[in-house]
C-alpha cells in the first residue's frame, strides 16, 4: 500500500516534471525517464508478480494436481537459477525451439494436465495467462544478473534464428512496416522514445536484456510474448498467435544477437 | 513405377534449378522459403480490422524485406522499377488545390492513431508525422527516423515543382526511394486527399509555424 502510493506520487512528480519540459529540451525529458527510473529501481513492482509467481510454481494445480517443481527449462528438472538467460532453445522431448513461455506451456500440460490451447487463446492480463505472466516473473528474477548465453548449435535453433532474422524483415501492413523499420538503426527515436538497434549486439542486450518488464504506463507486467504481440499491434500487422514459431524465431533473432549482455530482467519500462 | 517416379523428380528438378537461375538472372531476390511462408501463415490470426490480408506483401514490400537485395548493385533495376510503379500510382489533386490549412495539418501531424486491431475502421487515421520528424519546433516530443521538417518552405521556397514533389512524397514516398521507411498515405489511403492537403499546409505555409 505505501508502496502503491509512493509510486503514484513519483508518476505523478514524473508527469509534472515531463509537461513542464516542453518549455525545455527532448533530451532534459529522456533524461528525466532515467532519472526515474533509477528512483524506483529498488522497489521494481515486478517483485509482488514474482511472489506470486513462485507460489503458483510450487503449489499443485491443474487436472493432475501437481506442481511445476520438476520442469525442465533447459538445465535439467527443476532448476530454474540460471535457465531464462539460456532461452530459447531447443528441447529433445518436444523437438522443438522454445521460448520460456512456451516452455512453460509443455510444463503445465506434461506435469499439471492443462490445456495448452487454453493458454494460447487467453488474453493477456487474465485467467491462464495471469498465472504465466507471473511464473515468469518468477523464473526471469532467478536469471538477473547472468549473461545472454544463447546457442545455435543444434541445427533446429540455427534454422529457426535464420527464420526469425528473416521474420524481422518481413515488411505488410498498410504502412509497409517490419521490425527493422523501427529497430534496425543505431540511435533513432519515435517520439521521445529510443529504439534500440536490435540487429546489433549492444542493441539487442537493451532490447532482450530488459523484457520482461513492468510497464509503468500501464501499470502491468508485460512478458516478451505481450511486448512481440504490441510491437505488431503498432506495425499494423495481424495479431500473432501467441507461443508460434514466429514469434519464438524472433526471440531466437533478438537473444541470440544479445548474447554476452546481461540479463537484467525483469526491467522496468516507461 | 519407382524409376519412373525417380525420372520425373529428375525432370522437375532440373526445371526448378533452370526457372530458378532465370529469375535469379533477373531479379535474384532472396530465395522463396515454403518453410518461412508456413511459419507466417501460422503466425498470425485475424483480429479486428486487421485482416490476414496485411502480410499479403505486394511487390515493394517483397522487394524491402530483403534489405541486402535491395540496398545492393544488382538490385538497381528493381529499385528504379518499384520507385515507377509507385510513381505512377499517385494522383494529383482533384480540385487542382495543393495547399489548404496547416491548423487541420498540425492536427494530423501529431495523431498517430488508427489501423491498429485496437482501432475500429472508422477511427480517424493519423498522420503520425511527429512519430519520425521534427516539423513545429514547439513540439519537443517528435522522433528521428525521418529528417526534420522544421522550416521546410522557408528554406525550400514554393516553386510548382517542389509543391508536386512534397505532394508526391507524402502521398507515395516509395516514389522516389523504393524502401523509403515512410508509409504510402494515399497508396493504403491512410489518408485522404483534403488530408494531405492540410499537411501541405503545415510545410509550405509561409503563415504556418513551420516556416517562421
Known amino acids: 500500500m505505501q508502496r502503491k502510493f509512493t509510486l503514484g506520487l513519483t508518476l505523478g512528480i514524473l508527469a509534472a516534471s515531463i509537461s513542464l519540459s516542453s518549455l525545455v529540451f527532448a533530451q532534459t525529458a529522456t533524461d528525466e525517464i532515467a532519472k526515474y527510473r533509477e528512483m524506483i529501481a529498488d522497489g521494481n513492482p515486478s517483485e509482488l508478480y514474482e511472489v506470486a509467481g513462485e507460489d503458483l510454481w510450487k503449489t499443485p494445480a491443474g487436472p493432475k494436481n501437481a506442481t511445476l517443481e520438476k520442469c525442465d527449462l533447459g538445465l535439467g528438472p527443476g532448476v530454474v537459477k540460471g535457465a531464462a538467460a539460456q532461452l530459447p532453445r531447443y528441447f529433445k522431448d518436444t523437438n522443438k525451439v522454445q521460448d520460456l513461455e512456451s516452455r512453460l506451456m509443455t510444463c503445465m500440460q506434461k506435469l499439471q494436465g492443462r490445456n495448452p490451447q487454453e493458454m494460447v487463446d487467453a488474453p493477456f492480463q487474465k485467467g491462464p495467462k495471469k498465472d504465466m505472466e507471473a511464473i515468469v516473473a518468477y523464473v526471469v528474477t532467478l536469471s538477473k544478473g547472468d549473461k545472454i548465453k544463447v546457442s545455435t548449435n543444434h541445427p533446429k535453433e540455427k534454422e529457426m534464428y535464420e527464420l526469425g532474422k528473416r521474420a524481422f524483415y518481413f515488411q505488410g501492413g498498410p504502412m509497409d512496416f517490419s521490425c527493422a523499420s523501427c529497430h534496425g538503426e543505431d540511435g533513432k527515436r519515435i517520439r521521445l522514445q529510443d529504439l534500440p538497434n536490435l540487429t546489433t549486439q549492444k542493441g539487442a542486450a537493451l532490447g532482450w536484456g530488459y523484457w520482461p518488464a513492468y510497464r509503468v504506463s500501464s501499470g502491468q507486467f508485460w512478458t516478451m510474448q505481450q511486448r512481440l504481440n504490441d510491437c505488431y499491434r503498432q506495425q499494423r500487422f495481424p495479431f500473432p498467435i501467441y507461443a508460434s514459431d514466429l514469434t519464438i524465431a524472433l526471440s531466437m533473432y533478438m537473444a541470440k544477437n544479445a548474447n554476452g549482455g546481461t540479463v537484467e530482467t525483469p526491467g522496468l519500462k516507461r | ?212
Open chain 2, 1 to 212: 513405377m519407382k524409376i519412373m517416379n525417380i525420372k520425373s523428380l529428375l525432370v522437375i528438378g532440373v526445371f526448378a534449378l533452370v526457372s530458378v537461375a532465370t529469375q535469379s538472372s533477373v531479379i535474384a531476390q532472396q530465395a522463396n522459403d515454403p518453410k518461412f511462408n508456413k511459419m507466417m501463415k501460422d503466425g498470425f490470426r485475424a483480429e479486428g480490422i486487421a485482416g490476414l490480408d496485411r502480410i499479403q506483401q505486394d511487390e515493394t514490400q517483397k522487394f524491402c524485406s530483403d534489405p541486402v537485395f535491395a540496398g545492393s548493385v544488382k538490385g538497381q533495376a528493381m529499385r528504379e522499377k518499384i520507385q515507377k510503379i509507385n510513381m505512377d500510382s499517385i494522383k494529383q489533386p482533384s480540385d487542382g488545390k495543393y495547399i489548404g490549412d496547416w491548423k487541420k495539418g498540425e492536427a494530423i501531424a501529431q495523431s498517430g492513431r488508427g489501423a491498429t486491431w485496437t482501432d475500429k475502421a472508422d477511427t480517424p487515421i493519423g498522420g503520425g508525422c511527429y512519430n519520425c520528424h521534427q516539423i513545429d519546433k514547439k513540439e519537443i516530443s517528435y522522433g528521428t527516423i525521418g529528417p526534420t521538417l522544421w522550416n521546410y518552405g522557408k528554406l525550400r521556397g514554393n516553386s510548382q515543382e517542389l509543391i508536386v514533389y512534397t505532394w508526391n512524397r507524402i502521398n507515395n514516398s516509395k516514389a522516389y526511394n523504393a524502401c523509403s521507411n515512410m508509409p504510402r498515405f494515399a497508396h493504403f489511403k491512410l489518408l485522404n486527399e483534403q488530408q494531405i492537403q492540410d499537411l501541405m499546409a503545415l510545410l509550405l505555409d509561409p503563415a504556418s509555424p513551420v516556416n517562421q
